[in-house]
């Protein structure tokens, strides 16, 4: 509203608004800062901006005012004097509308060069000052304009600033107030040197990674550079990959150690000494004449189907690798095969060689049990032993010298039952030594033995009241036994001799000793 306006109100009593068609209600939004001009000069000219926080019910926002809060000339629309310049410097003072920041300081006003003297010397606060002495572009963080500084913490050094990498050396490089993050090393100390640091030891944060530490930790024996979380875990009883588990996998490992040709693996000995890799059948088409443990090593030569094996030949060999039969006389051996407990003929049992890598059977048991072998002499010697594989009934293991006969087989369910009944797990891979009669072993390979009577109680050795005597989880190998058969009372029946026993993984060794009037029978 201009004054003209003004005067007719005060003669006339009203005056339109423009843009308002006569109303003053406010029941328009206003459309120009012209219909929300109120026709005053001392309070500031009205602006129209609907929508924001200072706007009125009609989107008016009120101006500033134009002169100081004393001294405004409303009649005359001007201020009652001119907006002051009390320092000189050519700028009217801010309070009244002018760009003077400091009216009282003439070296501060629009225009004036920065300095860095935390004053704001231009008037304009976002300015800070001309301070770079490293020259690197970035002013000093000395150099300040109210709260806001300058980003360069070390003016000295121009490698030094808000946009450098952090690199570790112990000085703030970015600026950012921390020293050396991101970029400081874990360092375990290795005294293995190994690549693996000692867990059990503090971690330092280093710039340098010298040999006697590792940027990892996670080992177990920082003193042993075979013992670390990547090692691989053998077959000894020992953590060698800081897993807190021991040998986990080393049946693997075992059969790699062994050979192709065996199966082999990571087994406790029952005396409780370390664990240790041992095979526990023999898989392959040869014989390894002499390695140790893995189950190949049998003197195939006395073996019918292996003539001429492990560089000892038979007195002649035929076409096809056997040795002959004829010669001055056979051998016949007649084998029968019976169900430990009920004593009933196991028929269809496999019988082939024991001792041999071959797979060749000599043939499978009658309906009676029985089989009988026959071998020439002199060039056929004994084979090392037999073997019978029948359902129901882990395979069976009897050697050949002192052949017993009838064998004894313990069928899956009565063994199973009969360690069950003395808190025993059977163990796979290990093996079942059965006797009959009393045998004590000389080697120490298992514990504690007990007895399976014919009614199928499991009960301790010293019980008697026959039945066989069993060995449970034996370590597969090769072993010596001293036999003392039940019924020998006299010292002159007394057997004193020692004989050899193998026992597989998995497999029952049947041994029989009796007793007559000249001692022991086996």
């Not at 219909?35 to 500033?64: M, S, W």
């Not at 010697?381 to 050949?400: E, I, K, T």
Request: include cysteine.
């Amino acid at each position: 509203m201009r004054w003209w306006c003004l005067v007719g109100v005060l003669a006339l009593g009203a005056c339109d608004e423009p843009g308002t068609e006569g109303s003053m209600d406010g029941s328009l939004v206003c459309a120009s800062a012209a219909d929300c001009d109120d026709g005053l000069f001392c309070n500031g000219a009205e602006t129209c901006a609907p929508g924001t926080e200072a706007a009125n019910a009609r989107g008016c926002v009120a101006g500033a005012r134009p002169c100081p809060t004393t001294g405004c000339v409303e009649l005359e629309m001007r201020c009652d004097s001119e907006c002051p310049d009390a320092d000189g410097d050519g700028f009217a003072d801010a309070v009244c509308g002018g760009g003077d920041c400091d009216d009282a300081d003439g070296n501060r006003y629009p225009g004036h060069p920065e300095y860095c003297d935390f004053k704001d010397d231009d008037c304009d606060p976002s300015t800070l000052g001309d301070r770079d002495a490293d020259g690197d572009g970035v002013v000093s963080a000395l150099c300040c304009n109210g709260l806001d500084c300058g980003g360069d913490c070390d003016d000295t050094n121009p490698a030094v600033g808000p946009t450098s990498p952090e690199v570790c050396n112990g000085i703030d490089d970015d600026c950012d107030g921390s020293i050396d993050e991101g970029v400081l090393i874990m360092a375990w100390p290795d005294s293995d040197r190994d690549g693996w640091g000692d867990e059990s030891s503090s971690v330092e944060l280093r710039c340098d990674l010298p040999s006697d530490r590792a940027s990892r930790g996670g080992d177990c024996a920082d003193l042993d550079a075979t013992r670390h979380p990547e090692a691989p875990d053998v077959c000894d009883g020992i953590d060698q990959d800081c897993d807190g588990a021991t040998d986990e996998g080393a049946d693997a490992l075992c059969d790699t150690a062994l050979g192709a040709a065996t199966v082999g693996a990571c087994v406790s000995p029952p005396d409780g000494s370390a664990p240790r890799c041992h095979g526990l059948r023999c898989v392959g088409s040869t014989d390894s004449c002499g390695a140790s443990d893995n189950r190949c090593d049998q003197n195939l030569c006395s073996s019918q189907v292996a003539c001429g094996a492990c560089g000892v030949a038979c007195l002649s060999c035929n076409g096809n690798g056997r040795c002959p039969g004829g010669g001055v006389g056979n051998y016949l051996f007649t084998v029968q095969y019976l169900d430990g407990q009920s004593g009933a003929p196991i028929a269809g049992a496999i019988v082939s060689p024991a001792g041999s890598c071959s797979t060749d059977p000599y043939a499978t048991t009658g309906a009676d049990g029985r089989y009988t072998l026959s071998l020439g002499f002199p060039e056929d010697p004994a084979p090392d032993g037999l073997r019978a594989a029948a359902s129901g009934y882990p395979d069976v293991l009897v050697g050949f010298q002192d052949f017993p006969n009838p064998v004894r087989a313990l069928s899956a369910a009565v063994l199973d039952a009969a360690y069950a009944a003395r808190g025993l797990t059977r163990d796979p891979e290990l093996g079942v030594l059965v006797v009959e009669g009393s045998a004590p072993v000389t080697d120490a390979i298992s514990g504690p033995a007990f007895r399976l009577r014919p009614d199928g109680s499991a009960v301790d050795v010293a019980d008697g009241g026959g039945g066989l005597v069993v060995f449970p989880n034996v370590l597969p190998g090769d072993y010596a036994v001293s036999p003392l058969p039940e019924g020998c009372t006299s010292p002159s029946q007394r057997c004193q001799r020692l004989d050899g026993v193998s026992v597989e993984g998995g497999v029952q060794t049947f041994l029989s000793f009796t007793c007559d009037a000249f001692g022991c029978v086996g």
